[in-house]
């Protein structure tokens, strides 16, 4: 779920419709979310370098190393594949 759609689904109305209010603990449970999409999408910008790079030379050494940054990554931001 999307972090606009998760805030859209939770917020309620108080007083004025046309200003629906959300809950601390789940403006917290929305920054997390999104806190993760991004480390998500760094990995994957990340990756798609090195995958790139890797294609494009034959600099193996550099991708290995990379390559396994990588999959450092994923298991300290606990992503899975």
Known sequence: MKV???IEQESFVV???D???ISVEKAWEAIDMERRNVKEEAVRAFTKFVSSYDHESDETVIS???KHCIECFKIEMDIED
């Open 64 to 66: 290995d190393d990379a």
């Open 4 to 6: 606009e759609e998760f």
């Open 19 to 21: 200003y629906p209010v």
């Open 15 to 17: 007083v004025n419709p």
